[in-house]
């Protein structure tokens, strides 16, 4: 029973204290004036009778009647029902009034709350104060208190004959029964009539059940006014704990809404901050950071606007506002579109029917009251189907002397299917779940209607979830539930109280409120007390019951199927596996394992794994041998590895108690048990995890507690009785408890008491030994995989557990700061784990009530277990580290080239997959080759993986992945899971720009040492000290890196004197050089580290000084000298100036006055520029005295040198450094003449205009400058814009086309249709007339240049990309090409995208771009200097590009030999600095500026595949050698410090046998002799010679070269490596017959595909050669089979059989003539000159052969018309040559050819087909010979002699003694001339 009303109040409007405007109210009177004990007087009732605030009125308003509800400290709520009403102001009060009314007025202008008083208050006579009546009670009858205060005020203003003291006092003395109307005894009990004694009589009906809200008609209202998707949002927004304020003008309304939010939260209690109706003076109330249900008046919505993270619902507009910070989580699908539909039918039944044809008579709507309650049916069922099963979860850790229950949260989210839902998870974690918890988790107490429908009701919801009819009536069935809850006797409720008449506020009332008598209404408040106190207390014994459970959510799990796909069949292969492991079938179950490493990814299959080892536990203990454990560690880490930190589906709890049951015996005395194997997962550091596990196995033991008396008292049933006793679960166990704990005597209570607490305590010891086992890592010195494992917060990579993160601060998410695994940076790991177990310790044992002295004793003892833990720990490793390696494959060593040698030992590695589908087996298909389980190893040359798959399915396939040292660009330490054994491991990444990249985890065996020394040996031989020591060097070499080679002694001066010479001069000439302003001057190998001298005398006077010697006509030069200059002349780039007819250079190096250009070995000394070759092609009218002084304008002196010439246009094409600023500014000054007095700087830019000017006038055919015109159709707004070209001469121009020069080049507007790809215009786009000269540079670098009108050369300004663009868009490239860890998504959208990214394609289309415009400018006439950057990166593409564009004997072999070694080698491309070859390059990176030129090659190769002798893998080939740095072609910057190694004359003399090449050209003509791989078949040039590529992005294609890989044998460019083992077919066959056909699978990233499947012609080449090997016959060598089918071929094509060739032929004839015939002409037989023209340069003593294959080849086309003469016949005559074995002797046609080095014969002298050649090269030994079986019988024994040669021997026998004596003699003289 309770009191109806607490407290009767009286308060009225009195002046504020400290006199400002408004007033404040007064507490008149309360009764009773003494505090209930029971309920103290609540504090700040004046606020809440008037909330906007105490104002005068200037008329009288109605009574106002409203509900406000105050929450006080022990959250008892208190219903405050407020009846106001006006009366005339006390005089006093008026005076405060009219006072303030000037700041009341400020202040409603302002929007503050005196809004709602009228604004102009009448005369002072007429102003009305509000007086309010308060009733204070603790229950919500608000219908009661309205009548009650009602009656009061009526009988106020009509005066009636009563007193007002008895009825306040007979209403504070009320009583009525709390709740339970059906059970009590009779009606008279549920419905109490009670009167005020005026007449009245009013029946309260108390609700059945006290736990269910009372909502009258709060919820319908709430939907009418907001709508359904509204209150939905609302109702989320209450439950996940946000913040939501109503805003309505109506007081009652936002009582109704706010108890009708709470109500439809049941049966979760709202537990924030609830103020239904908040006062104007507590808003800042609103900014409070905890969540809250608050009512505000509409009035101060202003002062609402700035909260930014509140939820405004207004009820008068009927929206609700999320403030974009805010995200409300919706209901889990489907039950948000069934709520929401089912809420749509109760509350709109019309819509349903609204589209009938014939709609059925419209029904009757609900009353307002019932339609309330269908709306909470709704919601209760909503509830019950998100609850359904919580039972399940409850965890009874204690039940007397009070039940503790715990909830196990990740259990409940794993059965339901809802560990992603946000919402469910912030519920379950919220204040309102915790209390749901508490109050309902209790086993045994009364229950009600949702407890009813959670257990019962939950199979019939499933089954009417697809029928609206059938669930509409459940909803009323509960709806009736409810409103009879509400209303039990509804026939009962009469009413019966008086109420004012109409209008009555209006009349005058004689008399304001009286003050009543305090004695009289306290007098009858005691009476009712004392005889309350007289009677027995009406105690109601609540009916309480053991609350169902409800069907276990096993049940629930099918609903959301599809979340555990294993078949049984997969269970299935489960279960075999673990049979045969113990059965010991160890073939059987590695057969398996793959499989059941597959099936383990589902949770039925993990759940099955966890019950199959539990039967094979006896005991707790099960000790297996190696093999055994092995297996059953891996499967356990492969179940661990997706188990979240939360471990929703309890897979860790089930391995909990197994991993310390599995172990092995390691020695006599120490074990090793499973937990020191599966440490490595986040879930054993997640508190949470072991929260639940503690509570879960107390729950255990505390019902077995109570269980086990009953088992002791009959032991016949045992069986039978524990059956029964195993069905009771702890929920029912501990109801049974509660039940009986009343009638225990007090001794038993205590016993069970002390019992309870004492298995609470032993399992708190139990469970922090378990903790240690799981925390403490077996090496403890690993403290780092306990700090990185043990982020405590690091929850969220706990999706599997490789967390790498570092550790700092992630504990601080978890727990308090100071106490985190952090400090395990100090390798106190011991004291990380003892601090995580007390942590954890302190909070169980206080939850569960466990005694202080136990948790002291517990906090004791934690170390000491630690502490022991860890000394065992120590002999297991121990142990552990002497166990043989079991099952460790064998390794796998690599092959290794000739001079290649092992640094570092295989180390055990598993290489993991990188992100590159191939190998993973994963779109293209395939097997997953990868990871792969083997050893690296490091050599001088490479890192190389070698391995064979994890997967047993995949096969014995051999997996390599190698790349060279040198081409390593980023070496990475990572973290990564083994894929065996699931270990996190230390691993390293190495990336190449070779497109290789080896992600590997160190085997557990290699210590960090080992791995440390690998790391050390790779970065000291990535980055040696110095370039001798790189493997290009040390290869093949006697000395020792470091040491200086030895000097070989030779007869003349030697050519290491003779570079030493020259660098000798050069640097006594750059000694007194003024060296103008340069970012990069190689200092000499010896002065490394100097700074460059610098002289500070001015230019000109140095230039004087110079020795004569360096500049003397070169009749004058010494013997050294001279042979300095014929060695320069054999370099690449004279042989090419020659062929090209630029310049002369006769044996007396007089120069042809008729030719425009000469050939000036000013440079030759490397004095002028070091990184230009010692001889240039400069204009013929330009002195080389001159030059010096040209040289200095431009960036590292490299000045303007021609480098090709058109053969048609006869323009020439110059290349040079950036201008220097200063040159810049003196080369485009005004045009006074110079004064005398003028500086050098302007002295060099004269001399740099002449040069210019020499250069122009050099051209056969410039127009003068009136006539010409400039470049037109290159249009575009961009340059002009700027105006950069805009006031460029005009002088007969039209209209001022200049502005639009080059700006296509800069990458900007292409021109009109006809480039749509990107493609050049037509031909005819340049006009008619046009500059002579075009200077290409760099925008940035030309700015503001103005050139005057009198010169003939015009500026093309170009945006161009530096170097370091090109380093970081390689960068991105190599990423995207080979990620490094798999794609979010693995598509080729992403491949795509992120080769979008890298912008390398975008530099490939500039480079071409620029390039075909100069092709232009050159075809038609005019010449080109190409000035950009400091000449060698950017210049040489472009330039490169340009030559092989224009001129197709660059796109031969040797062409682009030449190419490579004139404009990258000679003109000194910086490929070591580039490269970072050496340690002083480490910092800058590697740039791969030639790699970029080969790919534009590459791209111009796809477009015109018939252009190029070539083939693609020739280029791929260069590009993997360039970077390899297996040979020295490509090592150092310039040709100077290449002499000044020794490097560029060095082969000369030195006879070499079979030595391994250290040219990558004589590498590849060796083997392009052997194969034709690096041949285009489809070679047939045009005769157009110029090429025009496409340009635009969408015509350039990825080059394979940057996605293929083959995994069988490593990158296919170590051709003695990449043989591999013979194919399969060739195995087979059986007693030499043959070959059986036999089908193979080609993996597309495993096998070779070339060499799997090769083309038509090299098969048919192959088999030829096969076939003559069969037959014995010498094979023949596939290029002059090739030659001979295709000249056969051509012969067929004419019309009649022989005659002349077609035009195409004849048409091509001249210009060969013209390229190849300088090598016919020069001079005298035996002259130096035409010797070292025709000699090998780049590396000596092989034989050019390449150039003769070369020759032959780009000469196909008129091969067979040119006489026998036109070959280099050195010596010829017939000889016997024997056969191959068991042939006979044959007479044969010799020629020996010194100039291609090789000894060819004929079928007689006349033949043309050559058949066959002995390779000098080869040749090893020239010895007398002795006549054989078969030999000519007439001849001398001294006429034989043998060749030996690296592979054969060849018997000859000359005619006579003499003839034999020659030709051994011409034979060696060639030999040692080599």
Wanted: charged residues 25%.
């Amino acid at each position: 029973m309770a009191r109806l009303a607490d407290y009767f109040v009286l308060v009225a409007f009195g002046p504020h204290p400290r006199g400002s405007g408004e007033g404040q109210g007064h507490i008149l009177q309360r009764f009773p004036e003494k505090d209930w004990e029971d309920n103290p007087f609540p504090q700040g009732i004046e606020l809440f009778c008037q909330p906007s605030g105490w104002q005068l009125c200037p008329e009288r308003n109605p009574p106002t009647f409203f509900v406000a509800v105050l929450t006080d400290i022990n959250s008892e709520r208190h219903y405050c029902a407020c009846l106001t009403f006006w009366e005339p102001a006390e005089p006093t009060q008026e005076v405060v009034c009219a006072e303030d009314a000037t700041e009341r007025e400020e202040e409603a202008d302002e929007g503050g709350p005196a809004q709602l008083s009228p604004a102009t208050p009448g005369p002072p006579g007429q102003l009305f104060a509000p007086k309010t009546l308060v009733l204070v009670s603790r229950l919500d009858h608000a219908e009661v208190f309205r009548n009650s205060l009602g009656l009061i005020y009526t009988i106020h203003v009509e005066g009636l004959n009563v007193g007002l003291e008895n009825v306040i006092g007979n209403l504070l003395t009320c009583i009525i029964p709390l709740a339970g109307g059906s059970q009590l005894d009779s009606v008279e009990d549920g419905v109490r009539t009670i009167s005020l004694g005026a007449g009245d009589r009013q029946v309260i009906q108390t609700p059945l059940a006290d736990s269910l809200p009372i909502s009258r008609c709060s919820v319908a209202l709430l939907f009418r006014q907001l709508g359904i998707t509204n209150v939905l949002s609302l109702f989320c927004a209450a439950l996940t704990e946000h913040k939501v304020l109503f805003l309505s003008r109506s007081y009652q309304r936002l009582s109704d809404a706010c108890r009708g939010l709470l109500a439809l939260l049941f049966p979760l209690r709202y537990s924030f901050t609830y103020v239904p109706i908040l006062p104007a003076q507590l808003l800042e109330v609103l900014s409070t950071p905890t969540p809250f249900i608050i009512g505000v008046n509409a009035a101060f919505q202003a002062e609402t606007q700035e909260l930014l993270d509140v939820i405004v619902a207004d009820l008068d507009g009927g929206t609700v506002t999320v403030p974009e910070c805010v995200h409300i989580p919706p209901l889990p699908e489907p039950l948000q579109s069934q709520t929401h539909s089912v809420l749509s039918m109760v509350l709109d039944p019309e819509l349903e029917l609204a589209d009938l044809a014939f709609p059925p008579p419209s029904t009757n709507a609900s009353s307002l009251k019932m339609q309330d309650k269908e709306l909470r049916a709704v919601f209760l069922r909503l509830f019950a189907q998100l609850l359904q099963g919580y039972r399940w979860c409850l965890h009874m850790v204690r039940i007397h002397p009070e039940p503790v229950i715990r909830f196990h949260k990740a259990a409940f989210l794993g059965q339901r299917g809802l560990v992603e839902d946000d919402f469910l998870m912030k519920v379950l974690e919220g204040m309102a779940f915790a209390g749901f918890v508490s109050e309902r988790g209790v086993p045994y107490r009364a229950t009600d209607l949702f407890d009813e429908l959670v257990a019962h009701e939950v199979a019939r919801m499933r089954a009417d979830e697809n029928h609206p009819q059938r669930v509409l009536r459940h909803v009323k069935e509960l709806a009736e539930q409810l409103y009879k809850n509400e209303n039990p006797y509804p026939a009962v409720a009469m009413h019966k109280v008086q109420r004012p008449g109409e209008a009555s506020h209006l009349r005058r009332v004689p008399r304001p409120f009286p003050r009543l008598d305090d004695g009289m209404v306290q007098w009858i408040v005691d009476q009712a007390t004392a005889k309350m106190q007289g009677a027995p207390p009406a105690v109601k014994a609540e009916r309480r019951t053991t609350v169902p459970s409800g069907p276990p959510m096993t049940a629930i799990l099918e609903r959301s199927g599809g979340l555990h796909g294993n078949s049984a069949r997969r269970l299935e292969v489960v279960r075999n596996c673990i049979s045969y492991v113990f059965e010991g079938k160890m073939l059987e179950a590695k057969k398996l394992l793959p499989a059941v490493l597959r099936a383990l990814k589902g949770r039925a299959a993990r759940r099955c794994l966890t019950q199959e080892l539990h039967l094979h536990v006896q005991q707790n203990r099960a000790v297996l041998d190696h093999q055994q454990f092995d297996f059953v560690v891996r499967m356990m880490n492969c179940c661990l590895q997706d188990c979240t930190s939360l471990d929703e589906h309890g897979i860790a709890a089930a391995l909990l108690p197994l991993v310390t049951a599995f172990c092995r015996k390691l020695s006599p005395g120490v074990t090793q048990f499973a937990y020191s194997c599966v440490q490595e997962h986040v879930v054993w550091s997640t508190p949470q995890f072991w929260e639940a596990m503690f509570y879960g196995d107390v729950q255990t033991h505390i019902r077995a507690l109570y269980l086990e008396p009953a088992e002791d008292g009959d032991h016949v049933q045992v069986g039978e009785l524990s059956a029964r006793e195993d069905e009771r679960s702890a929920l029912d166990v501990a109801s049974e408890q509660r039940r009986l704990w009343p009638t225990l005597s007090r001794e038993k209570q205590q016993e069970l008491v002390q019992k309870e607490e004492s298995t609470v305590f032993s399992q708190a010891i139990h469970y922090a030994n378990r903790m240690s086992y799981l925390l403490l890592p077996l090496d403890s010195s690993k403290s780092r995989l306990l700090r990185e494992r043990a982020g405590l917060g690091d929850l969220e990579s706990a999706s599997n557990s490789l967390v790498t993160s570092s550790m700092a601060g992630s504990v601080a998410e978890s727990y308090d700061t100071e106490s985190g695994f952090e400090d395990a940076e100090t390798c106190d790991v011991a004291g990380a784990v003892v601090r995580f177990i007390n942590r954890f310790v302190d909070k169980v044992c206080t939850e569960s009530g466990v005694t202080s002295d136990h948790l002291k004793g517990l906090h004791v003892m934690v170390p000491d277990i630690v502490q022991m833990h860890i000394e065992t720990l120590e002999a297991v490793h121990r142990e552990s580290k002497r166990l043989p390696p079991i099952q460790k494959p064998k390794l796998l060593r690599p092959r290794l080239l000739p001079d290649e040698e092992c640094v570092l030992d295989g180390l055990r590695v598993y290489l993991l997959p990188d992100g590159r589908e191939g190998g993973a087996g994963g779109t293209g298909g395939g097997p997953a080759l990868l990871p792969a389980e083997g050893a690296v190893f490091l050599t001088t040359y490479r890192v190389i993986f070698t391995g064979m798959p994890t997967d047993p399915l995949v096969g014995e396939q051999v997996v390599v992945r190698s790349f060279p040292v040198a081409a390593l660009t980023k070496e990475k330490r990572i973290s990564v899971q083994t894929p065996v054994d699931q270990l996190l491991q230390d691993g390293l990444q190495l990336r190449s720009c070779t497109f290789q990249l080896l992600k590997m985890a160190f085997d557990e065996e290699v210590g960090s040492d080992s791995a440390e020394l690998f790391r050390k040996q790779l970065h000291k031989l990535r980055y040696p000290p110095d370039i001798r020591e790189t493997f290009a060097f040390t290869l093949g070499s006697a000395h020792t890196p470091g040491r200086p080679p030895r000097t070989t002694k030779d007869k003349g001066p030697s050519l290491r004197t003779l570079s030493r010479n020259i660098v000798k001069n050069a640097k006594k000439t750059l000694g007194r050089q003024y060296v103008t302003r340069k970012k990069y001057n190689p200092p000499s190998w010896e002065h490394r580290g100097q700074p460059p001298p610098e002289d500070q005398e001015d230019e000109i006077s140095v230039l004087e000084e110079l020795e004569p010697s360096t500049l003397t006509p070169s009749s004058a030069l010494k013997p050294s000298d001279r042979m300095t200059m014929s060695s320069l002349v054999e370099r690449a780039c004279c042989r090419d100036y020659q062929r090209l007819g630029l310049g002369t250079l006769s044996s007396s190096l007089s120069r042809a006055k008729s030719e425009p250009f000469r050939i000036s070995p000013v440079n030759r000394m490397y004095a002028i520029c070091r990184s230009y070759p010692g001889l240039l092609i400069v204009p013929q009218s330009v002195q080389d005295n001159a030059l010096q002084r040209v040289s200095r304008c431009y960036r590292q002196n490299r000045f303007p040198v021609v480098c090709w010439r058109s053969g048609r246009s006869r323009a020439v094409l110059l290349r040079s450094g950036g201008l220097h600023g200063k040159g810049v500014v003196g080369l485009f000054k005004a045009q006074n003449a110079p004064s005398p007095g003028q500086s050098q700087a302007d002295s060099g830019s004269l001399e740099q205009e002449k040069y210019l000017q020499a250069v122009v006038s050099s051209m056969p055919r410039y127009a003068d400058a009136s006539g010409r015109n400039t470049l037109s159709g290159f249009s575009s707004a961009h340059v002009g814009s700027h105006g950069k070209l805009g006031s460029v001469r005009a002088s007969g121009r039209s209209g001022g086309l200049g502005a639009d020069v080059g700006s296509r080049l800069a990458g900007r507007d292409m021109l009109g249709p006809p480039q749509a790809n990107g493609a050049p215009p037509d031909p005819g786009f340049l006009r008619p007339q046009r500059a002579a000269l075009y200077i290409i540079g760099d925008k940035a670098q030309l700015k503001g240049v103005r050139p005057d009108p009198l010169q003939q050369w015009e500026l093309v300004p170009i945006e161009v990309f530096e170097a370091r663009q090109v380093k970081a868009s390689f960068k991105k490239l190599l990423k995207a090409c080979v990620p490094g860890c798999p794609f979010p998504e693995p598509s080729p959208v992403s491949f795509l995208r992120s080769l979008e990214d890298s912008e390398w394609l975008i530099q490939i289309h500039k480079l071409l771009q620029v390039s075909v415009l100069v092709v232009e400018l050159l075809d038609s006439g005019s010449s080109v200097l190409v000035s950009l950057e400091d000449g060698w990166d950017i210049t040489t593409q472009v330039v490169s590009l340009v030559q092989l564009l224009s001129d197709p004997f660059y796109r031969t072999l040797e062409g682009f030999r030449l190419l490579v070694e004139k404009e990258w080698l000679s003109f000194g491309h910086r490929f070591s600095h580039r490269g970072a070859h050496t340690l002083a390059g480490q910092g800058s990176g590697f740039t791969p500026v030639f790699l970029q030129f080969l790919d534009c090659v590459h791209q111009v190769h796809l477009q015109f595949p018939m252009e190029f002798e070539f083939s693609p893998f020739y280029l791929k080939f260069l590009g993997y050698h360039h970077a390899s740095r297996r040979f020295r072609t490509f090592l150092l910057d310039s040709d100077y410090e290449r002499i000044e190694l020794g490097l560029l004359y060095e082969e000369k003399g030195e006879r070499r046998g079979a030595q391994a090449c250290r040219s990558v050209w004589e590498y590849m003509d060796r083997l392009s002799k052997r194969t034709p791989v690096f041949y285009n078949y489809m070679y047939a040039p045009e005769d157009t010679e110029v090429l025009r590529p496409y340009s635009n992005v969408s015509n350039l294609k990825v080059w394979d070269f940057y996605t293929e890989e083959t995994l069988a044998e490593g990158p296919p460019y170590d051709w003695e490596l990449a043989q591999g083992p013979p194919e399969p077919p060739e195995e087979e066959r059986p007693d030499g017959g043959a070959p059986q056909s036999r089908r193979r699978v080609v993996w597309p990233c495993y096998d070779s595909r070339p060499r799997a499947q090769p083309d038509a012609i090299s098969r048919l080449l192959e088999e030829l050669q096969r076939l003559e090997a069969e037959l014995g016959r010498p094979a023949e060598r596939w290029k002059d089979t090739w030659d001979r089918v295709k000249a056969a071929q051509r012969l067929e094509g004419r019309p009649d059989g022989r005659g002349t060739p077609s035009s195409l032929l004849a048409s091509s004839v001249p210009h060969h003539r013209r390229s190849l015939g300088v090598y016919l002409q020069e001079g005298p037989v035996g002259s130096t000159l035409s010797l070292s023209l025709d000699s090998d340069q780049s590396s000596g003593s092989t034989a050019s052969s390449s150039r003769q294959a070369a020759r032959r080849s780009t000469s196909t086309l008129y091969s067979q018309f040119q006489t026998a003469e036109s070959e280099n016949r050195s010596y010829e005559g017939t000889l016997y040559k024997k056969g191959a074995f068991m042939k006979p002797w044959k007479a044969r046609w010799f020629v020996l050819d010194k100039t291609k080095h090789q000894l060819r014969y004929y079928d007689h002298r006349v033949d043309t087909e050559c058949k066959g050649v002995i390779d000098l090269a080869e040749v090893e030994a020239v010895a007398p010979g002795t006549p054989t079986l078969g030999a000519p019988k007439t001849v001398d024994e001294k006429a034989f002699f043998d060749v030996k040669t690296t592979r054969r021997v060849y018997n000859f026998c000359a005619q006579d003694v003499p003839s034999a004596q020659q030709w051994v003699d011409q034979i060696q003289s060639c030999l040692s001339d080599a």
